[in-house]
């Protein structure tokens, strides 16, 4: 039932957001913030319900007319009232050109209108219209105008933002999520004991400075770190900035003086660049210098090789032992070790090669598994009486979020707020620093698989559904860390939970693809098909979990032809052309492994509809000849059954393909092949055909089709086409037995 909020939410919403500002961050508020709180609150409700509408607009420049709202008695002293309290002003020539962006096409007519020089059509389009206006319609000309007296700028966006930066931890944060929370589109956690996130003003400033820097070089792919002298851009070195004060300052400086760096090094120069004019040599130092300010590791490892390829080797050896004497972070320290073997012990390939060479499976799988690369090896091995699971990074992050959850969502634990869904130990990377004992404690408690699969079962059944910002909850969570657990020693997984504990932000990605049990031995595998890439932090993850005791292994995918691979090619006659609107009255399947036709499978479907006169002439199937066929839930286990294992084809997949998941949809089921397209493929292999249809390439390979338009027929037509197809892709592909080793590696 859709739920309906009262006449002033949007100003209950505000008055909220405003109590948590004056209740837990008063100390952090810089004067101008102090001053719009105390005068908001002191206002009459017009006014305050007429800025609050404007405060949740997108854009900044308002219509007058756009703040007429039933609930508001006078609207128009309201906007009087903001305007004296210069919370609203009129457009200024600095913000004149993004105002005009904001006009509508019959703004810019009028405006063009109302001047005499300028020719246009009204059948142009709104861009060249704009364009026109910007070039040929001054600011004075413009607020002499009657549109810019119906037009207010909204002069608090600072104010606004810095508040909610206060209450979010982010600028993502927006005042509509309060209204999402009342309608029940967004959950929040609930009873959080609320609190400041910065614990002085000078940290909460810097953070919002770096944060802001960070975050509009990311979305908006421009810098401000220059300052304006008669719009001449000035270049600011990283030197000349502001100090981070606080972890979080720090984190965005960190990143942001990484990103500046790599942009200022790049082959195409970024737009932002080119106003500056640097020479080459200019942008490289510039860049070292923005490294340099850097605390990333990719940014320290980006520096190292350049000052190595700039000859300055023996400092940079001085530095690489160094790091790895007293190491900042896994990720440089891995860096360190391997450059230093590379570069000066002569060792030829790099730490992440070696690993890759490490891979003790490589099987080869049919092309139409490419985007399921790690799902088709998990069925390959559940073909093979294998217990395996797609895991990745879901299965640590779950069992790390349910062992700790007490201590992560414990109601005194650090938080922002309700909105806050990631723990406060999560967001800061410090869960083992703030809470040695409890979790020493823990964890010594939970030292027998007993005893750590019965906590993990209480936790995930008290807490089940609950936002958490750590893993998402799936119906079959218990069952895989159930598997987890049984099959491997406490000691592994207690050393990677403390691990996870410990750097948080290290170990929580990365992990490998997949969890297999074989004889009673529990192994996770890495899948790298043909053209992928080992990347450092699953290096780093996986190198944890050895050391933890875990098997950890590589296991190679390769592309080509595999005549063991089954495929049923499926025809069905439907009561229309639309999935979601019409049913399936007949399913034909013909199962093919090696070109051999292996097994059939038919049958008619009761529709629970009547059929069309015209589907009737089309296939021959009318209501009569359904009336006592099964309806589709009574061969839906049939049907996954027979299809399990296998790659799904037909002409024109994703007509059949759809319909079939649509069934299994409205019984609440999921339903998903691998898929091949007859009609594709044989363009493909036989180009230049006149038509692609079933009945002309039936005619035109003189395939015998004994009645078109009905499920069975067209099913081994089609299937005769994928024999066609197998065969040109035989001439190009290696073909290889399912499961055959190409290399056993020590």
Request: charged content about 25%; glycine content about 4%; aromatic content about 12%.
């Amino acid at each position: 039932m859709r739920k309906n909020l009262p006449t002033f939410y949007y100003l209950d919403h505000f008055n909220e957001f405003i109590g948590y500002i004056e209740a837990h961050c008063a100390a952090l508020l810089r004067p101008d913030d102090r001053a719009f709180v105390n005068r908001f609150l002191v206002q009459d409700r017009d006014t305050q319900c007429v800025l609050v509408r404007a405060l949740n607009r997108k854009s900044p420049f308002i219509k007058i007319d756009s703040l007429e709202y039933a609930e508001i008695n006078d609207e128009q002293t309201a906007i009087a009232n903001c305007m004296n309290n210069k919370w609203f002003i009129s457009v200024t020539e600095e913000h004149f050109t993004a105002c005009l962006a904001q006009l509508t096409k019959v703004d810019l007519l009028n405006l063009l209108a109302k001047n005499s020089t300028l020719k246009f059509t009204k059948s142009a389009s709104k861009g060249a219209l704009l364009t026109l206006v910007q070039n040929g319609v001054a600011y004075r000309e413009f607020m002499g105008s009657e549109l810019a007296k119906k037009i207010v700028y909204r002069a608090i966006d600072d104010v606004l933002e810095y508040l909610l930066f206060l209450f979010f931890g982010h600028l993502h944060g927006r005042l509509n999520q309060f209204s999402m929370r009342d309608l029940g589109i967004m959950r929040t956690r609930k009873n959080v004991t609320a609190g400041a996130r910065f614990k002085h003003c000078s940290a909460a400033k810097s953070a919002y400075f770096w944060a802001k820097l960070k975050y509009r070089d990311k979305y908006l792919a421009n810098i401000p770190i220059f300052v304006h002298n008669e719009f001449i851009p000035t270049f600011i070195p990283p030197a000349d900035l502001p100090e981070a004060d606080g972890a979080l300052a720090l984190d965005s400086k960190d990143e942001f003086c990484w990103s500046i760096g790599k942009q200022l090094l790049a082959k195409v120069e970024p737009e932002w660049l080119v106003p500056y004019g640097f020479s080459v040599e200019q942008k490289e130092a510039f860049a070292w210098s923005y490294l340099a300010a850097s605390r990333h590791p990719k940014a320290q490892e980006k520096l190292l090789r350049l000052r190595y390829a700039a000859g300055a080797k023996e400092e940079v050896e001085a530095e690489l032992l160094a790091i790895i004497s007293a190491p900042e972070n896994e990720q440089i320290l891995v860096f360190a070790e391997d450059f230093l073997a590379r570069k000066y012990h002569k060792k030829k390939t790099s730490t992440l090669t070696d690993w890759l060479r490490t891979a003790k499976r490589s099987y080869v799988f049919e092309e139409v598994h490419k985007n399921r690369v790690e799902r088709a090896v998990v069925e390959f091995y559940t073909g093979q009486g294998l217990v395996s699971y797609k895991t990745e990074n879901e299965l640590f992050k779950s069992l790390f979020g349910l062992v700790f959850w007490d201590i992560l969502f414990a109601k005194n634990a650090p938080a922002g707020n309700e909105f806050d869904t990631r723990p406060h130990y999560i967001i800061h990377n410090n869960l083992y620093q703030e809470c040695t004992a409890q979790v020493d404690g823990l964890l010594k408690k939970l030292g027998t698989y007993k005893a750590l699969a019965k906590h993990v079962v209480q936790q995930a059944t008290l807490h089940y559904g609950k936002p958490n910002g750590i893993f998402r909850w799936h119906k079959n969570i218990i069952k895989r860390l159930g598997c987890l657990l049984q099959y491997s020693d406490i000691k592994a997984v207690q050393g990677i939970l403390f691990a996870m504990a410990e750097n948080y932000a290290l170990y929580h990605d990365g992990f490998p693809d997949i969890m297999v049990v074989e004889d009673n031995a529990l192994r996770f595998e890495e899948i790298k098909a043909t053209g992928d890439v080992l990347r450092k932090n699953q290096l780093i993850t996986m190198a944890k979990l050895k050391e933890c005791g875990f098997t950890v292994d590589i296991t190679q995918v390769q592309w080509g032809l595999n005549p063991q691979q089954p495929y049923v090619v499926v025809d069905i006659e439907t009561t229309g052309g639309r999935a979601e609107q019409h049913r399936i009255t007949e399913i034909g399947i013909v199962k093919v492994i090696n070109g051999q036709e292996v097994d059939r499978w038919q049958t008619l479907l009761n529709p629970q509809r009547m059929i069309p006169k015209n589907i009737t002439q089309l296939t021959g199937i009318d209501n009569a000849l359904v009336a006592d066929a099964p309806v589709f839930a009574e061969i839906a286990d049939e049907l996954a059954h027979f299809t399990q294992g296998c790659v799904f084809v037909a002409h024109n997949v994703n007509f059949d393909f759809s319909f079939i998941k649509a069934e299994f949809q409205r019984l609440d089921r999921h339903y998903s092949r691998p898929k091949l397209c007859t009609v594709r493929e044989m363009r493909k292999a036989f180009p230049g055909l006149a038509s692609y249809s079933l009945a002309n390439l039936t005619r035109h390979f003189s395939i015998d089709m004994t009645r078109h338009h009905r499920a069975m027929s067209d099913a081994v037509a089609a299937a005769a086409l994928l024999h066609l197809v197998n065969e040109k892709r035989a001439e190009y592909s290696v073909a290889l037995d399912s499961g055959t080793v190409l290399s056993e590696l020590d």
